[in-house]
């Protein structure tokens, strides 16, 4: 399977929007942002320490906020669990889904020309489970609840798998790691899933998301450092919306220099009021969200999974995504996936770096005695060349106090839904 659309930089994303005429009351938005910065940076928006990269100063192209788009991919196949869909509704639309060529929760090429139409990117997180019979102790075999999880699996190295990843990687989509039930407790397993997709990718991956959030904290996530990813993406629930976990992506080893992010899930699809029967409910939970993520320049995050778009089972739900993300970008969000903003953070930083090398450079000349200016010296009494005393010409210090962070819970979600 070819790309559907072509690479398209995700800069160019905002400028689409900025051309809308719906768009005009960005502006508003915008000024009340900077406002805000120069309140709290004491009159400037410069920043340059780095435990402040996740303030509002880190947002992409001075956005009001950022939106991050993410699909777990658990079950692409919908598969014999056709059969039990048809024990408890509509029995002859589901097993009509269990005949050859019928697939719908195939939705890759959907959500692809979907975004493509909106102008975003996402990143997609696959699962590579092991075989219940093959591959897990045969004391597992007795759980009806281990059944259950092995009912859809999919093997992510099979071609059509393969090509759907490569179609995405070529089209500017993100592909990331959705690691398996048991990977929790395994860092052994979780490496090599991630070795398997990577190998199936052709290059490395930068994060992904626990399958049913299932989390250690921190252990989790130590074992997504060991193995060299740069985020995770399964802190939250799946029975609530919100905030939960403050406005900003988490560094839970800062202390040890490490730069590893933890990006607070917001919204997921099924903790959402049913948007087939509700969507109007739906619809004012998201706003409620987005103006509460524009008030914190927050980074939020939202999954929906790709069986959610298919409309005659999950009904609402394709609708209310795409509203989502106009409506985010009618407000100025930055839109894209968690490591494309990592990407975004890492030139940052990089900047940050060479200013903060610059100063240093320049402190070190001043305080030198040794150091000659090539201009602005004069010669003492003694004859001896001093350098001249100067004056900062911008007059901009970095004394600004950090802002206060938001608290973050420990407690692991103890939401099952399928995620």
């Known amino acids: 399977m070819r790309p559907i659309v072509d690479e398209a930089p995700l800069g160019l994303v905002r400028a689409r929007w900025r051309r809308h005429p719906r768009h005009r009351n960005r502006n508003r938005f915008r000024k009340r942002k900077r406002k805000r910065k120069q309140k709290r940076n004491g009159g400037t928006t410069m920043r340059t320490?780095?435990?402040?990269?996740?303030?509002?100063?880190?947002?992409?192209?001075?956005?009001?906020?950022?939106?991050?788009?993410?699909?777990?991919?658990?079950?692409?196949?919908?598969?014999?669990?056709?059969?039990?869909?048809?024990?408890?509704?509509?029995?002859?639309?589901?097993?009509?889904?269990?005949?050859?060529?019928?697939?719908?929760?195939?939705?890759?090429?959907?959500?692809?020309?979907?975004?493509?139409?909106?102008?975003?990117?996402?990143?997609?997180?696959?699962?590579?489970?092991?075989?219940?019979?093959?591959?897990?102790?045969?004391?597992?075999?007795?759980?009806?609840?281990?059944?259950?999880?092995?009912?859809?699996?999919?093997?992510?190295?099979?071609?059509?798998?393969?090509?759907?990843?490569?179609?995405?990687?070529?089209?500017?989509?993100?592909?990331?790691?959705?690691?398996?039930?048991?990977?929790?407790?395994?860092?052994?397993?979780?490496?090599?899933?991630?070795?398997?997709?990577?190998?199936?990718?052709?290059?490395?991956?930068?994060?992904?998301?626990?399958?049913?959030?299932r989390l250690a904290v921190p252990d989790t996530w130590d074992h997504h450092r060991s193995i060299g990813l740069e985020y995770d993406a399964s802190l939250g629930s799946a029975a609530e919306c919100g905030f939960h976990y403050g406005y900003r992506p988490i560094r839970p080893f800062e202390d040890n220099g490490s730069d590893f992010l933890v990006f607070p899930l917001t919204i997921m699809d099924q903790a959402l009021p049913d948007p087939g029967t509700e969507f109007e409910a739906a619809r004012r939970t998201c706003e409620r969200l987005l103006l509460d993520a524009a008030r914190n320049d927050a980074v939020m995050t939202v999954l929906w999974h790709p069986r959610y778009f298919n409309e005659r089972e999950f009904p609402g739900h394709r609708r209310l995504y795409r509203w989502l993300v106009e409506r985010a970008a009618e407000m100025g969000a930055w839109i894209g996936s968690p490591g494309a903003f990592c990407q975004h953070l890492e030139g940052e930083i990089e900047v940050e770096a060479e200013a903060e090398s610059d100063a240093d450079a320049e402190l070190d000349a001043r305080d030198d005695p040794e150091v000659t200016p090539v201009t602005g010296s004069k010669a003492d009494s003694d004859g001896k060349t001093r350098p001249a005393r100067e004056t900062d010409p911008g007059g901009v210090t970095d004394a600004a106090d950090p802002t206060e962070s938001e608290p973050v819970g420990t407690d692991s979600p103890t939401a099952r839904g399928e995620s």
């Open 49 to 213: 320490d780095r435990s402040r990269r996740l303030e509002a100063d880190a947002l992409p192209d001075d956005a009001e906020f950022a939106l991050c788009l993410t699909h777990d991919v658990d079950r692409p196949y919908k598969g014999l669990r056709g059969l039990y869909y048809a024990t408890q509704e509509r029995p002859g639309y589901h097993l009509r889904t269990l005949l050859p060529g019928s697939n719908p929760y195939w939705q890759f090429e959907s959500i692809m020309e979907l975004e493509a139409d909106l102008g975003v990117r996402s990143a997609f997180y696959f699962l590579n489970e092991q075989h219940l019979l093959a591959e897990r102790p045969v004391r597992e075999w007795f759980s009806p609840s281990n059944w259950v999880q092995h009912l859809g699996r999919y093997d992510v190295t099979a071609d059509e798998v393969v090509e759907t990843i490569r179609a995405l990687d070529d089209g500017g989509w993100e592909v990331g790691l959705h690691g398996s039930y048991h990977t929790r407790d395994d860092r052994d397993r979780l490496r090599e899933e991630k070795q398997t997709l990577e190998r199936v990718l052709g290059k490395p991956v930068a994060g992904g998301r626990q399958h049913h959030l």
